[in-house]
């Protein structure tokens, strides 16, 4: 128990260097912990020998180190977010009988890792290892809408950075702007027919621990076979299985 507040305070520190893009001075940590300057750098030099900081002498900052690098590939070799979004992909299949994906942001795309399709169901583009633009997709719109808007930005500078599909998908920022707007007033994310004609798709986000969105949940429908009471219900059963994805890998939302 009497080292649980080093602990706290260390695991502090790694989550505010990662979540800046550009290392920190060990003053603008210690006042961002709230933390004596000696005490800042006694973890600092602990995170260094270990390898988990780099300290970068002329820049008088800090960073993190290979060993966190490290940390973040054996997490990722793990795949412990398919592993436990799977089976409640499969429930939500089983309960809904659409088709469900799993997909995560790889820059402005999206990358799809988990597939469970529903008996008698159309087979889809979005099959595992597939990339689509992110502002074409439902599970891309519900990840970016959770974005902060600096890193949206950063995305998608310029109307160049957007890219239609016969003739679907925002044209401008500023309509993805809009169109982002919308989902988080609404809750949850809607494509129809950007994909493919004739199919519809609703989806949520899955959130980290510091409400980062790190994957999305989708099901994919035909549009003419759902009507509104129906799509409602699907969207709520995409909403509870992104809720427990995100509150089983420590999420908040």
């Known amino acids: 128990m009497a080292n649980a507040p080093a602990a706290r305070h260390t695991l502090e520190l790694l989550t505010l260097l990662a979540r800046h893009t550009e290392p920190l001075p060990a003053g603008a940590i210690a006042r961002e912990l709230g933390l004596p300057r000696s005490s800042t750098y006694h973890l600092l030099a602990v995170l260094r020998d270990h390898g988990f900081v780099t300290h970068l002498e002329e820049e008088r900052r800090y960073g993190l180190g290979v060993a966190a690098f490290e940390l973040g590939s054996a997490y990722q070799r793990q795949a412990p977010l398919q592993r436990i979004a799977r089976p409640l992909l499969g429930r ?41 633009p992110a502002s074409l997709t439902a599970s891309g719109l519900a990840m970016l809408a959770e974005l902060p808007a600096a890193q949206v930005r950063a995305l998608f500078p310029h109307r160049d950075s957007l890219v239609q599909r016969d003739g679907h998908g925002p044209t401008t ?21 950007s994909v493919s004609a004739g199919l519809s ?53």
């Open 92 to 132: 939500l299949v089983d309960s809904t009988t659409h088709n469900a994906h799993l997909a995560v942001l790889h820059g402005r795309d999206v990358l799809y890792v988990i597939e469970e399709r529903a008996p008698g169901r159309p087979l889809l583009v979005t099959d595992v290892g597939v990339r689509l």
């Open 173 to 193: 920022v500023g309509e993805l702007r809009r169109e982002l707007t919308a989902v988080r007033a609404r809750g949850y994310a809607v494509e129809d027919g």
């Open 201 to 253: 798709s609703v989806a949520r986000a899955v959130l980290d621990h510091t409400g980062h969105p790190v994957a999305g949940i989708a099901l994919t429908f035909p549009r003419d076979e759902v009507d509104e009471a129906e799509r409602a219900r699907l969207v709520a059963a995409v909403g509870r299985a992104a809720a427990t994805l995100t509150a089983r890998i420590g999420g908040v939302r």
